[in-house]
């Protein structure tokens, strides 16, 4: 089975502050992985993802992750936070075979907080 | 192009009452899915489809819950009757392809039964 952990339901930076929110995996072959934001009231919209290739992905808005197979791990960083930034992120895993396939697996979601 | 579009947007109903919502995916993905999302949480897999044929659909309530997807396109969840705990908020998703790649997701049915 698959599974996503997001350590920290809350997270909380000043304006122009370094962004990370915290993504651990598990999975028994190679993940899929994504980070998706959600404003309120919204739906789930695609940052960025992560199949093969490189491990360090940039998305959207200045959002970037890296994928460490080492520490399973998909951390979302953006180095200067916006206002506009203040969402709810969601981490998810994918796979492309085994018995998850096509399954698309979501973490607790982290509430991200931007104070001036 | 237009996204994923979901109706309604908002739901109140009694308990014991019916309710139904309705996806029009993006024209051309063959992959959708059904997700609830309980406040304060991540979106959990209802069902998916590939075309008309549903090949995921173990964490579907079946007692209350059924969903059809006719001629591959659009679809309808519906909860036969609704109970307090469904109150949540039904997102529908589509993709291309059956790996999650590139899910695109609506704007949600936000359920309350009261």
Not at chain 2, 34 to 52: A, V
Request: hydrophobic share 35%; aromatic share 10%; net charge neutral.
């Amino acid at each position: 089975a698959q599974s996503v952990t997001q350590l920290g339901s809350h997270v909380s930076v000043s304006e122009g502050a370094l962004v990370l929110l915290r993504c651990n995996y598990s999975s028994s072959v190679p993940p899929y992985l994504f980070w998706y934001v959600q404003y309120p009231n919204q739906g789930l919209q695609l940052l960025l993802k992560y199949t093969t290739g490189a491990t360090l992905v940039k998305g959207i808005n200045g959002f970037e992750a890296e994928f460490k197979k080492s520490e399973t791990s998909f951390h979302l960083t953006k180095p200067s936070a916006h206002m506009s930034d203040a969402a709810e992120y969601f981490c998810a895993v994918s796979r492309a075979g085994g018995t998850s396939y096509g399954k698309l697996t979501f973490g607790q979601g982290t509430i991200l907080t931007v104070h001036p | 192009e237009a996204g994923v579009v979901q109706s309604p947007r908002y739901k109140i109903i009694e308990k014991k009452q019916p309710v139904a919502f309705w996806c029009n995916p993006i024209s051309g993905h063959n992959t959708l899915y059904w997700y609830r999302q309980n406040l304060g949480q991540g979106p959990e897999l209802l069902i998916r489809y590939e075309n008309e044929e549903a090949v995921d659909d173990s964490q579907l309530p079946k007692d209350r819950f059924s969903a059809e997807r006719l001629k591959g396109v659009d679809s309808t969840l519906k909860i036969q009757p609704a109970e307090l705990g469904d109150s949540a908020v039904y997102l529908c998703a589509s993709s291309t392809t059956g790996t999650g790649l590139e899910a695109f997701f609506g704007q949600g049915t936000r359920l309350t039964v009261v």
